[in-house]
């Protein structure tokens, strides 16, 4: 079922974001009240340290959970904060969740991604499914961290 919209803008530059000592990389979360907001507006910036652009080029990502009729104006605030913009992209999404958990019918559904650029919330649901999938928790203690892990 539709739960909502997230407005998510890909943005390229020839720069990194301003007032941030020139950072490669670069994740702010704009939080909802400083804007007047009911969700914060995200903006995360990656660039050719990540082998995502050529160098000298940066990518930013702006996203928000959608809650007026005018999505692109809600992200404005975090696109002031990236200075020039060479080229951007604005897509709106439909946001979903499962209508069942599937423990009854064992059908794993999982969420729609939402506006965070952290994915700590897509990470929880992956989490939930694999309990609800197996009755167990997840055992980080058992994840092997190079190939000379012993298993």
Request: net charge negative; charged share 25%; proline share 5%.
């Amino acid at each position: 079922r539709k739960v909502g919209q997230v407005v998510r803008c890909i943005c390229l530059m020839d720069h990194p974001i301003p007032n941030t000592k020139d950072g490669l990389s670069t994740q702010i979360i704009i939080p909802q009240k400083q804007v007047g907001r009911k969700s914060d507006i995200y903006v995360t910036m990656v660039s050719y340290t990540h082998q995502v652009a050529g160098k000298g080029w940066f990518i930013a990502m702006v996203s928000t959970t959608v809650e007026t009729a005018n999505p692109e104006a809600e992200i404005q605030p975090g696109l002031n904060l990236l200075g020039p913009i060479k080229n951007k992209f604005v897509q709106v999404s439909d946001v979903f969740e499962p209508l069942e958990d599937g423990t009854g019918n064992q059908v794993f559904i999982s969420k729609s991604y939402d506006a965070t650029s952290h994915f700590e919330t897509t990470c929880l649901d992956v989490l939930s499914i694999f309990k609800r999938g197996t009755g167990e928790e997840f055992d980080f203690s058992k994840v092997k961290h190079t190939l000379e892990d012993d298993v």
